[in-house]
């Protein structure tokens, strides 16, 4: 999702933390991003745009711009969501244990914005055998070209 023109938060240079209310990202961001950022969704397995995505290029924060993954560390994963074993950055994402659900799990949230992303588990390739469990809807892709 490519908003940038009607979202004045989105910047993909600045790094510096946003304190945006949910009633104004609801004024801005499109439905299934706000959905899935604001509200902890997750879109249909094997539906999202990124999840066979093997292009060359940089995946940012669809809310607010903050540069997340690059390609090299996306993989082929089976689970259908965009799947990446490390970020751009040690301090791209947070992390917060969550009990939703019945299931104990991790969800990483964007460290500009708070944005919820996905969820990361211990089950991805080497060298950090992480897998960060994406969706594709809170995903900017840029390719290189
Ligand atoms: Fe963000």
């Known amino acids: 999702m490519n908003n940038q023109t009607q979202n004045p938060?989105?910047?993909?240079?600045?790094?510096?933390?946003?304190?945006?209310?949910?009633?104004?990202?609801?004024?801005?961001?499109?439905?299934?991003?706000?959905?899935?950022?604001?509200?902890?969704?997750?879109?249909?397995?094997?539906?999202?745009?990124?999840y066979k995505t093997d292009e060359r290029g940089d995946y940012y924060c669809a809310v607010c711009g903050n540069h997340l993954f690059r390609s090299d560390a996306k993989f082929a994963s089976s689970c259908?969501?965009?799947s990446f074993f490390e970020t751009v950055r040690p301090n791209s994402a947070t992390y917060i244990s969550d009990h939703s659900h019945g299931m104990s799990r991790i969800e990483v949230k964007c460290s500009r914005c708070g944005s919820h992303l996905g969820h990361i588990f211990d089950d991805g390739p080497a060298p950090?055998?992480?897998?960060?469990?994406?969706?594709?809807?809170?995903?900017?892709f840029v390719p290189i070209k």
């Open 9 to 50: 938060y989105y910047n993909r240079t600045d790094t510096t933390t946003l304190h945006v209310s949910d009633a104004e990202w609801k004024k801005i961001l499109p439905p299934e991003v706000y959905q899935i950022a604001r509200e902890k969704g997750t879109e249909w397995a094997f539906t999202g745009k990124y």
């Open 80 to 82: 259908g969501w965009p």
């Open 128 to 140: 950090t055998h992480k897998r960060f469990c994406m969706n594709s809807a809170v995903l900017d």
